[in-house]
Structure formats: C-alpha cells, structure tokens
C-alpha cells in the first residue's frame, strides 16, 4: 500500500491564484481530513468528510473547499490564494469501524507558499 | 469543541535522562489521546496511543498516562536517544471519529543534548 498520498510536495503561488491540492488512500478508509500546520503551531482541522459524498467544515474553512466523490480522493481546492494561506498541508485518513484500531496516518504534506 | 493544552513547548534533557510531556483537554467525551512523533520536515507519525478504559501503556521506551478525572494525559521517554529529538504532539477525540476528529496540541519541541 502507498498509504496516503499528496501531489504536489512544493508550491508557490500568486495572490488571487487558484490552486487544487490533490490527496489519495489505498487503504479503504472512510474517514478522511484536509489539516493545516503553520509554523512552530499544530495542526488546525480544515475540512473532514466521513464518506464519499459527505463533507463537512472544521476549525479554519475560510478560504478553502473540498470534494469527495470517491473513498480514495479527497481534493482541496484554493480559489483565490492569500498570503494568510501560507502554510504546510496534510491530509490524513482513518478508518473508524467496531472494534477496529483507530490511527490516524498522515500523507507526506503540501509546503504551499502564497506570495 | 475540545481544547488541548501541551507544555512544554521546548524540552531540552541530557542524553540518557527521562523526557516527560504534558497535555490537558477540555472534553470530557473524548476517549482516544494518541501522540505524533513529527521530524523536521517530515509527517507526524503515530508512537503510541490510549483509551480512556486504560491507565497507562508502555511500548519499550515510551509510556503514557492518563487521568481521565483530571482531564490530563502525559508522555514519558526513558533513556533519551539522539533520535528522540523531534516534534511531539498530543491529540485528543472520540475513539469512533466523530465530528471533529482528533484536536492537537500546539507541540512539544524536544532536545536530545549529547
């Protein structure tokens, strides 16, 4: 399994650009969250779906959307870049079933630079 | 929404000595307090994990505590290694996922001196 995957590593962006974050599991998890970690700070919920189909906003949607029309992809989309949204970009998977272990696995993150 | 406090935000011990870190939650519903292992530039990465039906547990080096009365859990690294240096973060949430999922603390910054 490759786990959770995330295209691209690297971006530099102009204000007022538009960009799509890619996000992928080969794990069949249900569960699936877009978190941003700015710099020596946590991690902050952007959005999570519980499904395909169902998405939902967590602690700094502002600025963000997300789909999620397949179990194993979970894009976030950017419409209009701001240098607020400078930050690295994680996305992580879970599978939450009865009486089934619970980690979280992070994908490998998004450094994204907004200029 | 659950609140997740973590201190220190830096921890500097010998080589050798013992490393504890410390996380209080708001929450009293959340039941799953993981920790992440985070290199610099790398993803966090799960160590060890508790649930609220458990006291503690240990994996060789690494033990974690849990007083659900007081609402506070703590990590505790024994015999530091140079490798022990990296990012910790706490987490709190509901074992079955829930709304939110899993809230961070801020992060704990460990220094492993030679």
């Known amino acids: 399994n490759a786990g959770v995957t995330q295209t691209p590593k690297f971006r530099i962006l102009k204000i007022g650009q538009s960009m799509t974050l890619q996000c992928a599991q080969d794990m069949n998890h249900n569960y699936m969250y877009w978190y941003r970690q700015d710099p020596g700070m946590g991690l902050k919920l952007i959005y999570y779906s519980v499904g395909a189909g169902i998405t939902d906003k967590g602690e700094v949607p502002n600025g963000y959307n997300v789909s999620r029309s397949t179990t194993e992809d979970f894009p976030l989309r950017l419409e209009l870049a701001a240098p607020s949204q400078t930050s690295v970009y994680f996305c992580?998977?879970?599978?939450?079933?009865?009486?089934?272990?619970?980690?979280?696995?992070f994908g490998p993150g998004t450094r994204l630079t907004v200029l | 929404g659950e609140n997740v406090e973590q201190h220190p935000s830096t921890l500097s011990v010998q080589e050798g000595d013992s490393a504890v870190i410390k996380c209080t939650y708001s929450d009293s519903a959340s039941n799953y307090f993981p920790w992440y292992k985070q290199e610099l530039g790398k993803r966090p990465q799960l160590i060890i994990d508790?649930?609220?039906?458990?006291g503690e547990k240990k994996d060789q080096r690494i033990a974690v505590t849990l007083n659900k009365t007081a609402k506070h859990f703590s990590l505790h690294i024994t015999e530091t290694q140079p490798e022990d240096s990296a990012v910790y973060f706490c987490a709190a949430g509901p074992v079955s996922g829930g709304a939110d999922g899993l809230t961070f603390g801020k992060g704990t910054h460990l220094i492993i001196q030679p």
């Open positions: 508790i649930r609220s039906n458990v």
């Open positions: 992580a998977s879970r599978f939450i079933g009865p009486g089934l272990h619970n980690e979280q696995f």
